[in-house]
């Protein structure tokens, strides 16, 4: 095996890769603070509220649906326990969130990265943003029949 | 109250990029290892059959795989590791953009009460489904 190939070719490529990564990581998380400081999120929230209107869930479920889709579904995941907690979200609300961001979270971060890989953002962030949504409104529907609402919230969201 | 925020995204961001370099360089030195050995080519031909259904080279599995069983930035660095043309990381993209972390993050989705089996059959499905189509449509 070519060992001085093999440690030439690791350490440049992974510093290269990281160096990639870290000139978009770095000024995204700059936006992404400011974003959070300026108010700006409780703008776009409210900018969704349509939104929650199409999926028929609460419009108090906007806000940690945004948070989700900019943050990360740790992030959101949070939020959504706590909102649940403060605005009385329904099972149907949670449900819709949670199959939502599971398809579709840190959008930016996660596309930025695939696109220093050499991915196509283009295609790859209406594609994840566009399918979240298709199978958000297929599940609001199939809830809907179940009436999801008539179970109950598990105890520790109560 | 700018120069507060521009520090604490600063902050993150080096924080973000360090957590990245703990993972991608190990992935990186562990997949080129494998390079310089006779093991990629096992994997690769091991899983070419599975993987040329979503137009993929056997050896890209270890980006699906490390992504799915690690995180995202594990799978990035499989990516950065193999010599993939740009159709195939963006088919790598959409796959693991569905797919992700699956341990951490369906014990995240876990906690708000949501049916478990539910989240990964619709994440992996995606993931399936969308590597099929564009393989086709690119």
New interface residues.
């Given amino acids: 095996?070519?060992f001085v190939?093999?440690l030439k070719?690791?350490t440049f490529?992974?510093?290269n890769?990281?160096f990639d990564?870290?000139k978009i990581?770095?000024?995204?998380?700059?936006?992404?603070?400011?974003l959070?400081?300026?108010n700006i999120l409780d703008k776009i929230s409210d900018f969704f509220k349509p939104v929650a209107k199409f999926f028929g869930i609460s419009s108090e479920s906007t806000f940690p649906l945004v948070i989700g889709l900019i943050f990360g579904?740790?992030y959101g995941?949070g939020v959504?326990?706590e909102s649940?907690k403060e605005n009385n979200l329904s099972k149907k609300d949670?449900?819709i969130?949670?199959?939502f961001?599971?398809?579709c979270h840190s959008v930016f971060?996660?596309?930025l990265?695939?696109v220093a890989?050499?991915?196509?953002g283009f295609?790859?962030l209406p594609?994840?943003i566009g399918?979240a949504i298709v199978?958000s409104f297929m599940a609001s529907k199939i809830l809907d029949k179940i009436n999801i609402n008539k179970n109950k919230?598990?105890e520790h969201?109560l | 109250?700018?120069k507060?925020?521009?520090f604490?995204?600063?902050n993150?961001?080096?924080r973000?990029?360090w957590e990245?370099?703990k993972i991608?360089?190990p992935v990186?030195?562990f997949v080129?290892?494998l390079?310089?050995?006779p093991a990629l080519s096992w994997v690769s031909n091991f899983f070419a059959p599975v993987m040329k259904i979503v137009g993929l080279p056997g050896e890209a599995s270890l980006a699906l795989v490390l992504g799915n069983m690690i995180n995202?930035?594990a799978g990035?660095?499989a990516?950065?590791?193999l010599n993939?043309t740009?159709k195939q990381?963006?088919i790598?993209?959409?796959m693991?953009?569905?797919s992700h972390s699956l341990f951490l993050?369906t014990a995240?989705?876990k906690?708000?009460?949501?049916n478990v089996t539910?989240?990964l059959l619709?994440?992996i499905s995606?993931a399936i489904i969308?590597g099929i189509l564009f393989n086709i449509i690119l």
């Fill in positions: 095996m070519d190939g093999f070719e690791s490529g992974s510093l890769s990281i990564m870290a990581v770095i000024p995204l998380m700059i936006v992404m603070e400011m959070k400081d300026l579904l740790a995941a959504i326990i649940a949670l449900y969130l949670i199959i961001l599971v398809a971060e996660d596309t990265l695939f890989m050499g991915a196509n295609l790859l594609l994840r399918i199978i919230l598990p969201i | 109250m700018y507060e925020s521009l604490r995204g600063l993150k961001g080096i973000t990029t990245l370099t991608v360089v990186y030195f080129t290892f390079k310089y050995t995202l930035y990035i660095g990516i950065a590791s993939l740009i990381i963006t790598l993209a959409i693991l953009s569905f993050e995240v989705a906690k708000t009460g949501v539910l989240i619709i994440r995606l969308f």
